[in-house]
């Protein structure tokens, strides 16, 4: 969600935004729950991907490509920056301890077994890193490790893997990450500067039959042995961007994005990913462009720019429970969306989500924002400005001489644009939404003391105040766009707007070379009329009928979804 308020506040202001993703299909959940299930890991890669797909289209998530980890593109890519990263000398062999169950005789992923953290005590750290201290770790090294499968103790024997030499990497990425002092978000930074003091080799290749090939001779054919998920997960980045290119009929457009000096690239995610995007993978990219203590050359590719900002969000729980959907200590995207509007869940994540600390999301602040703050305040504004002008004057009033008031309440709109599009730059989304509502209840405080409705025989004052009120609607329903952009596109026709304000994502079908077909999301943005700017409205301008913009919701929805959670 806040990348994609991000890249649509950066549309609107003239950037030109390449904003990829997709679902990261190897994780050794799949594979589990598939052995549940008893179909195979890609026919549950399948099915999900499909419904990840149709959940992000139903937020509004404005993807120039969301694609997937389990086509041949992303294949060849992974494979490419492996042989590089090797060929530089900055991937090696090593035997180590793996993990077995015992009673089947079958790898053990390190993801499923727990155990005591041997740093800081965590009774519940993964076998390959530690959520409560960040460290990463190998499942042998955990105090009493237990299989998450099957409660087991695993066993452990030797078996040989490809690591990645992050010491290598100590010194630039030292000096990569003292360079974002007062650009990176500080408990990012403070987080990524704090884990560089203790880096180890780390494992990119694992006993398994789910992921991409190890591509070296004596490798590829070992059906046990494929490339980590977390080494091809952040690929996918560079992946997609290169499928993207080639679906746009420029193959090599993706460059402009990845060794551009004026491009800026903007990552975004949970705090439990600031490992793997503030430091390793910039080693990997560095390694691949020969940049490191055994220097090397760029692979195939090129030299590839690393990240210019990791925008990490810290932990959110639900009604002071951590995520569970064991535990159904969870709601899912497509539940919500078939009872509550996008828009509502948007604004509640950008103004009471985790953005700088943890917090906590409860059905009762929900209700409260969505009936308090978006029906109240929003969508009272929106319609009583425009139903009280459309039904006395038809269109957009012209104004007659302005008051004080009204000039007041026009100079605080228009220059809202810059502290709100300032803070939407550094990624301070709260902030900016709330700074956007301030201008809105100024705006409902400005109608009430100035009572238009008391007017009728005095229709010139009348025009007048209702011109600046529509004018204020307009300036807001811009400056909220990057967050609510389905609502923002109900305001601009209301206002008489014609064509399409803000692009929405949509979902086509692909191949390769004629291969299964699978969904991507994608849409034509370019298009939208959507700018971030003050535009003066004009007067005669035909008014649409008022819409509700959102629905009020019934207090006892609070106890129905609650009832719904797990004990």
Not at 200 to 225: H, M
Not at 349 to 358: H, K, L, R, S, Y
Request: aromatic share 10%; glycine share 8%; charged share 25%.
């Amino acid at each position: 969600m806040p990348s994609d308020v991000f890249s649509r506040y950066q549309r609107m202001a003239g950037n030109n935004v390449l904003m990829v993703s997709g679902t990261d299909e190897h994780g050794t959940p799949i594979q589990v729950q598939a052995d549940k299930e008893g179909v195979s890991a890609k026919e549950l890669a399948d099915r999900y991907n499909r419904v990840i797909a149709e959940d992000l289209t139903g937020l509004g998530l404005s993807y120039d490509l969301f694609t997937r980890t389990t086509t041949k593109n992303h294949y060849a890519v992974t494979q490419e920056i492996f042989k590089g990263l090797y060929n530089n000398g900055y991937i090696f062999p090593k035997t180590t301890m793996g993990a077995i169950s015992p009673s089947t005789g079958r790898t053990l992923p390190d993801r499923y077994i727990e155990g005591t953290c041997p740093i800081c005590g965590y009774d519940g750290a993964r076998g390959d890193q530690c959520d409560n201290c960040g460290n990463q770790l190998d499942p042998i090294q955990l105090v009493n490790p237990k299989s998450r499968i099957n409660g087991e103790t695993p066993k452990f024997v030797e078996t040989e893997h490809f690591m990645l030499d992050l010491p290598a990497f100590a010194e630039v990425l030292g000096s990569y990450l003292q360079s974002k002092q007062g650009e990176w978000r500080p408990n990012v930074l403070k987080f990524a500067l704090n884990l560089l003091g203790d880096l180890q080799p780390r494992a990119i290749s694992r006993d398994l039959d789910w992921g991409v090939p190890i591509p070296l001779d004596g490798w590829r054919e070992q059906p046990n042995k494929r490339l980590y998920v977390w080494f091809d997960a952040v690929i996918g980045y560079l992946s997609a961007s290169i499928e993207w290119a080639r679906r746009s009929g420029d193959p090599d457009a993706w460059r402009q994005w990845w060794q551009n000096p004026d491009a800026r690239g903007y990552y975004f995610m949970g705090k439990d990913n600031i490992v793997f995007h503030a430091e390793i993978w910039p080693a990997m990219l560095f390694g691949y462009s020969g940049i490191g203590a055994r220097d090397g050359s760029p692979g195939s590719l090129g030299a590839l720019d690393v990240p210019s900002e990791v925008v990490s969000s810290e932990f959110l729980t639900m009604e002071g429970r951590k995520f569970s959907s064991s535990r159904q200590v969870v709601i899912y995207v497509r539940d919500f969306l078939a009872r509550y509007d996008a828009d509502a869940l948007r604004y509640y994540i950008a103004v009471a989500g985790p953005e700088n600390q943890d917090t906590d999301f409860t059905w009762q602040e929900f209700v409260n924002r969505n009936n308090g703050e978006l029906v109240a305040a929003w969508g009272n504004l929106v319609n009583r400005s425009i139903s009280m002008a459309a039904k006395n004057f038809g269109a957009v009033p012209e104004p007659g001489d302005l008051t004080d008031a009204d000039r007041a309440l026009l100079e605080r709109s228009r220059n809202a644009f810059g502290p709100v599009g300032a803070e939407l730059g550094r990624s301070r989304f709260k902030n900016a939404i709330t700074e956007a509502f301030d201008v809105v209840r100024e705006a409902n405080k400005y109608l009430a003391d100035q009572e238009p409705w008391k007017l009728k025989d005095d229709p010139e004052r009348q025009k007048s105040i209702l011109h600046v009120a529509l004018q204020v609607v307009d300036d807001a329903k811009t400056m909220l766009t990057p967050f609510l952009p389905g609502s923002s596109n109900k305001v601009f026709t209301m206002l008489g707007g014609e064509g399409v304000w803000s692009g929405m994502p949509e979902i086509r079908e692909v191949d390769e070379d004629g291969g299964t077909p699978y969904p991507v999301i994608t849409g034509d943005y370019a298009d939208s009329a959507a700018r971030w700017e003050h535009r003066p409205i004009r007067p005669g301008t035909p008014l649409a009928p008022p819409v509700p913009l959102f629905k009020k919701l019934d207090p006892k929805v609070i106890d129905e979804e609650l009832a719904r959670l797990g004990e």
